[in-house]
Every structure is written in C-alpha cells, then in structure tokens.
C-alpha cells in the first residue's frame, strides 16, 4: 500500500515520505479500512514535530488520527456483515503507529463506526476530533437549553461544530472571530452575536447584547490568552471547557479570583474522554449527519502526496476548515 509515514522529528517537507509498505492484516476485534480520505489536525501536526519525544521509539510512524473509508476486511471476531460498510475512522494514530495517511488502516472495530450515506469521506474524516471534541465541550457538564454559551474562535475547526452543537441543543450561542469571513461563517452556523477577539474589552461588548446577563457556559479555543476577557464575562459558577491554549500554553491562573466566582475548568481532549462520551458523540454525529443538520468547511482538499503541504497549512494557524488528504 501507499502510505505516508516519518522516522525522526522535524519540518514536514524533510520527515515526511510516501513509500509502499506493506498492507496490514485484521487482527482479532479488528476491521481493515480502504482509506478514503483522511484529515490534518494540530494534534498530528504536533506529534511529527517531537511533541511526544517516545513516539518514534518503535520504529517509524503513519500519522493522523482520522479518515474515512470502507471496510474491504474484518478479523476474527466481527461480523462479516461489516465488509462494504462505509465508515469513519478516529484516534488511530494514539498509543500506536499506524495511523490513517495510509491505503489501508486496521483498527479495532469500535474505532470504526458507520458513516451515514449522507456524508461524504471527506466529512467522515472531519469526525474523530473536530466533532467529537465540540460535541464533548458542549454537553460534559449538562444540558445547554436556554443558556448562554460562548463559542471562541467560532470559524475554527472545532468552534465552528461546538456553535452548532450548542444550538441544536436549545442553547443561545454567542461567538468571537477575528475578520468578515468569520463572523460570516459563525453567524451562518447559529450565533445570534459575534465580537472580535483581538479588540481590547470584547467581553463587554457580549455583555451589551445579552443586556448585563452574564455566561454560562464558555467553549475556548485559547484558554490563558482568552481567560481575563472570559472572566469578565462568564457567571458565578460558570464552566470553560477547553480544548486548547497554543498563545500561551502554560497559563497562570488567577486561583483567587477564580475560587471566589465557584468556577468549572473542563480539560478536553478526545483521546482520553469516557467510552460513553465517545459513544454518545458517535450517535448523536450519525444521526445529525443523516438528517443534514450540520454543516461542514473543509478549507484545503489535497492528495495524499501533498501531506507536508498539509501540515504547513495546519502549522500557519490561517486555516479555518479541516485540511483533508483524498486518497487515489
């Protein structure tokens, strides 16, 4: 098969290489996917830089953790009544070295849900983190109906699905974006007020439209560069629930003034949330998929030759959309 992989840590034109390897072989519990598509995330991005210093301590690695395709082979174990079955493919690059830049991946079975007919590969690939994770940062401490939530960087990759999350979910969704095509897009996805992040004081400005009424939920996108505006505008006994910092990656937090406002920090990452979560994600992923009720951007659709393209893109921070990889 055709794969990409690196054996070493760097700039991704000098590590990445397409080669022929050899297909791998369904072990028990596990399903043999014919890659589709599969998609770029800051996660692999960082994992082929050296983020995780043991990762290549056996041997090579075939990144990324999401893809779509259809199951041509299944181990002992799973029915063969999956063979054909189109699925998408999540966390298969974690705790492991094959990952889905490949033709084939083979993953253990649950790893592989079935992709709804109404979805293309290229939104099947766009499943396992941006998804999951706004699906998890929106509903992890309850139902959202009738609150305030506030979706930062709503025209990111994760934002753009938590703003819709929350207001299928009954929410009233304010966002931030940084220029026109942004707020364009958050607006378009469900929220009913976007400011810009990167004017001084845009806290207060939410405040003006929800009439003094503070937040109650806050989805962020950079937690120790966004916290002293959140502060200012999130409730007693609020919650953020983050999935990233990148701006300022070690915070210090502001303990005392946090305490006295009884205030949740949710850490979320989509590798370790709870099997239910995962499951409960997938379900609510492939029911809203056949229904048509999400919408999609996928900014950059490259071939699989052009993966080091595709982590550059990932890497200038100018992507909105998910960067996917079309598999010949």
């Known amino acids: ?13 000098d590590v990445l290489a397409v080669s022929l ?7 028990p519990g596990e399903v043999l996917v014919r890659m589709a598509s599969s998609a770029v995330n800051p996660s692999d991005v960082k994992k082929r830089a050296g983020a995780f210093p043991d990762l290549l301590d056996h041997g090579p690695v075939i990144p990324h953790s999401d893809g779509a395709g259809v199951i041509e082979a299944v181990g002992e174990g799973v029915s063969e009544e999956r063979l054909s079955e189109r699925v998408f493919v999540y966390q298969a690059q974690h705790g492991r070295s094959m990952g889905t830049a490949a033709d084939y991946v083979a993953i253990d079975s649950s790893r592989a849900p079935s992709l709804p007919a109404e979805a293309s590969f ?11 994770t706004a699906h998890r940062c929106v509903t992890v401490d309850g ?6 939530v506030l979706v930062t960087g709503g025209a990111g990759r994760v934002g753009h699905y938590a703003i819709q999350w929350a207001k299928q979910f009954g929410a009233r969704v304010l966002a931030t974006a940084s220029n026109a095509d942004d707020t364009k897009a958050c607006y378009e996805a469900g929220a009913e007020c976007v400011v810009n992040h990167r004017e001084a004081g845009w806290a207060h400005r939410l405040l003006d439209y929800t009439n003094g009424q503070k937040i109650d939920r806050v989805i962020e996108v950079e937690f120790g560069a966004n916290l002293p505006e959140v502060l200012s505008c999130i409730r007693v006994g609020g919650t953020i629930a983050t999935y990233s910092s990148t701006v300022d990656p070690e915070p210090k937090l502001p303990f005392r003034t946090m305490m006295f406002m009884d205030l949740t920090i949710r850490l979320v990452i989509v ?11 997938i379900a609510d992923t492939q029911d809203f998929l056949s229904e048509r009720k999400l919408l999609h951007r996928i900014a950059h659709a ?5 993966t080091a393209l595709a982590h550059e893109l990932i890497e200038s921070g100018t992507v909105r959309g998910c960067v996917i990889l079309e598999h010949s």
């Open 1 to 13: 098969m055709k794969a990409v992989s690196f054996s070493q840590f760097g700039a991704a034109s």
């Open 21 to 27: 390897l050899a297909a791998p072989k369904p072990q």
């Open 122 to 132: 290229a939104v099947g690939a766009c499943i396992g983190i941006p998804i999951m």
């Open 143 to 148: 139902p959202v109906g009738g609150l305030w």
């Open 271 to 281: 590798y370790d949330m709870p099997e239910t979560a995962k499951m409960t994600a």
């Open 302 to 306: 490259l071939p699989l030759s052009e």
